[in-house]
């Protein structure tokens, strides 16, 4: 293990902002792509459904 | 045995077939995630001269790995479907391209986060920026190009032409480090010669790339079965499993 402390874990040499700005904008696009297909699927069915029942 | 593969190119045999191969491509991105992830933080060692903040390699690398590796594929997917006039291959190369792009932006905001504390610098207009910076717009040609025009046939004739003409950008990228002086480092890896990078650090960006590639798989996979039924939006099997389906997914 690399780190003395959780805090020194967070604080990534100085670089936190850096680091952590990186990591986590990786994890939001993940999210956001993955929520806006569920989004973008479910609309699709509904809006078919409307067509095959119309 | 032989598997007739022509029976997956049409979008009604290939949506449940894709529908059963997205959670395990889930899976297998989350269980790489995990591995690359402890490795890229926990056992890789801190670098003697970038200190810690070398650690955005795990996700700068491999996003920008993703980003060429998707648009040769995406241009192959493209080319396919201009030649065979095959609808699936079209619908492919444009359920890949959102993800190329994102993975484009993520390497060059990366990069540039990484830029600034160890060159002083956030963007500088050398080689290797540019370029990346030419893909990201080639991306976005391609995805408007195709959102422009109406006809589904058309458009994808359209941006397969595109995709096909920005092929060139992506040796360009790669080899931008060799052939012009970049600021940008050299390859991280060289095939044919020894790593300079230590074991760990090698081992944690090869799994994060492994697990961007099956998350690729995954969204790509969720992204043509949505394209299929806005696309076939009055054919039978989509109303049919519309009503069968409910609402669910």
Partial sequence: MQWASWS??????????YVWFSFGLTALCVAWEVISLRKRSKAALRLSKILAQG | MSINWF?????????????????????LATIFAIAGLYISFAVAPTDFQQGEAYRIIF???PAAWMSMV???VMAGWAALGLALNARL?????????????IFTLLALVTGSLWGKPMWGAWWVWDARLTSELILLFLYLGFIALQASIDDPRRADRAGALLALVGVVNVPIIYFSVKWWNTLHQGSSINMGAAPKMAATMLMGMLLMALA??????????????????ERERSSDWVKEL?????GKL
């Fill in chain 2, 212 to 229: 961007f590639w099956m998350y690729t798989v995954a969204v790509a996979l969720m992204r043509v079965r949505c394209i299929m039924l």
């Fill in chain 2, 59 to 61: 996700v700068h690398v």
């Fill in chain 2, 242 to 246: 519309s009503v069968t389906a409910g």
């Fill in chain 2, 70 to 72: 998707i648009y040769i």
């Fill in chain 1, 8 to 17: 020194a874990f967070f604080n990534m040499g100085g670089y936190a902002f």
């Fill in chain 2, 89 to 101: 291959s079209a619908m492919m190369a444009q359920a890949l391209a959102p993800t190329g792009a």
């Fill in chain 2, 7 to 27: 029976k997956y190119s049409s979008p009604q045999t290939f949506y449940p077939l894709a529908g059963k191969m997205i959670p395990w491509f889930v899976w």
